[in-house]
């Protein structure tokens, strides 16, 4: 069977992870959150105190830094997906952290932090077969991957799925703390020089504001068989 390269981009908190899991489980192929990067650098970068609170970031440090962050992804079949390791520590739970949440685009708009991490994402998809998400997918890391999303929700339905989450782990939030955190991401994500968000001229939108993880995952698959992607070799 013939494998493809799947980009998926769009805002935070729009259902990226959901459907790109379910994708990956469903077709057998890797799944590479593209986020839990650039979060757990900003996790080292926290830990090493060269980002302290309300102070800005000095980007010298960073890039001196950036040797020893070292970024794996090892599958949990229990979860049926890659969890992230910083260090070879598991950091899934410490990455979604709202203080890293807070300082997570400033991190992510350093050129040598973005050019470290397209680095590791190419290599992940050399041979194809994955379902990678983040904001620069189908623009910078797979320009040439077969089939392209760009996802959207309503500001309120994603603030709400995010408070709804972060409530069910326990984090003491409000939901105008995580509505301000989201606009001001998705601003910082789509004002910066280095590869901002933005669609992909031959990006397919994907608004699921009104759909469930089922309808989008089958509006996807479908998408697949009528595009014709992937045929018996
Ligand atoms: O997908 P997420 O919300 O976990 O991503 C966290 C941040 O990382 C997001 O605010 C922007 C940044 N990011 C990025 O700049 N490029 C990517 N490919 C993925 C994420």
Redesign the pocket.
């Known amino acids: 069977m013939k494998k493809i390269t799947i980009a998926i981009d769009g805002y935070?908190s729009c259902g990226?992870s959901t459907l790109a899991k379910a994708l990956a489980v469903k077709l057998k192929y890797k799944y590479v959150d593209?986020?839990?990067m650039?979060?757990c650098t900003t996790l080292h970068l926290m830990r090493c105190n060269i980002i302290k609170h309300n102070e800005p970031i000095n980007h010298l440090d960073v890039i001196n830094e950036l040797d020893n962050i070292h970024i794996t992804f090892k599958y949990n079949a229990a979860l049926q997906f890659s969890e992230v390791y910083l260090n070879n520590e598991n950091v899934e739970k410490e990455i979604r952290q709202m203080a890293v949440s807070e300082n997570?685009?400033k991190v992510?708009a350093i050129k040598e932090v973005r050019h470290k991490m397209i680095v590791l994402q190419k290599q992940m998809g050399k041979n194809k077969g994955i379902v990678m998400e983040?904001?620069?997918?189908g623009t910078v890391v797979f320009p040439d991957a077969d089939l392209k999303l760009f996802m959207t929700a309503d500001i309120e339905v994603r603030v709400k799925r995010r408070y709804d989450e972060l409530l069910s782990k326990g984090t003491h939030i409000t939901y105008d703390e995580v509505k301000k955190n989201l606009v001001e991401?998705d601003y910082d994500?789509t004002h910066r020089k280095e590869n901002p968000l933005i669609k992909a001229n031959d990006a397919i939108i994907l608004d699921n504001s009104d759909l469930n993880p089922q309808q989008q995952l089958d509006f996807v698959l479908r998408l697949i068989e009528d595009l014709k992607l992937i045929s018996e070799e």
């Open positions: 935070s990226k593209t986020g839990a650039y979060r997570v685009s992510s983040g904001r620069d997918i991401r994500d």
